[in-house]
């Protein structure tokens, strides 16, 4: 098992600090999505008509890909 043995305090705290650092990430990474939300307005018609195009489309967000696992 991975957590057979010891686990302790510290360890805890490093997990918790750990989840604390993405959750940080994650938060960043939603305030970068709305401002190139914001300066791919003027881009809005060129962007629709290329993910018209088969097999274009949103790109897939790799902050996504742990939620996944």
Do not use: T, W
Request: net charge negative.
């Amino acid at each position: 098992m991975a957590l057979e043995g010891r686990f302790d305090e510290h360890h805890a705290l490093m997990c918790r600090l750990h989840l604390e650092h993405l959750d940080l990430l994650n938060a960043m990474l939603a305030k970068l999505d709305v401002q190139v939300e914001e300066m791919m307005v003027p881009f809005r018609a060129a962007r629709e008509l290329l993910r018209s195009i088969p097999g274009i489309g949103p790109m897939d967000r790799s902050r996504d890909a742990h939620q996944r696992l």
